[in-house]
Nanobody, 123 residues
C-alpha cells in the first residue's frame, strides 16, 4: 500500500509559478511510475505529467509541455511538479498518483492516489 500526500497548492495570478510536492510513504519497487493529474470543475480528471522512478523519461500533456516540469527526489520518495507561466485554465485540483503498471499517461493504470491539492490561477 502506498500513501501519497500532496502539498504546495494555492492561489496565484496568471504568469506566476507554483511547485507541488508529492511524498510517498514507500516506494516498494523501482518499477513504479508517478503521475500528476488534474480535475477542473465539471471536467474529467486528466493526465498532466508523469515519470518512471527508474528512468529519466518524463511525459507531459500537450497543454502543459514547456511550462510544467516533473522531477523526483529518490532520497525523499518525493515527486515535484514545477508549474511556470500559469494560466487561468490551469485551475484545478491536482492529484498525485502511483502505478506499478506500464502506462504512465493512462489514468486507468494508477492504483494509488493522494487527496489532491487545489491550484487556483486568477486572470
Amino acid at each position: 500500500q502506498v500513501q501519497l500526500v500532496e502539498s504546495g497548492g494555492g492561489l496565484v495570478q496568471a504568469g506566476d509559478s507554483l511547485r507541488l510536492s508529492c511524498a510517498a510513504s514507500v516506494i516498494a519497487s523501482s518499477n513504479v511510475a508517478m503521475g500528476w493529474f488534474r480535475q477542473a470543475p465539471g471536467k474529467e480528471r486528466a493526465f498532466v505529467a508523469g515519470v518512471r522512478w527508474a528512468f529519466a523519461n518524463t511525459y507531459y500533456a500537450d497543454a502543459v509541455r514547456g511550462r510544467f516540469t516533473i522531477s523526483k527526489d529518490k532520497a525523499k520518495n518525493t515527486v515535484y511538479l514545477q508549474m511556470n507561466s500559469l494560466k487561468a485554465e490551469d485551475t484545478a485540483i491536482y492529484y498525485c498518483a502511483a502505478t506499478y503498471k506500464s502506462g504512465v499517461p493512462n489514468i486507468l493504470e494508477y492504483d494509488y492516489w493522494g487527496q489532491g491539492t487545489q491550484v487556483t490561477v486568477s486572470s
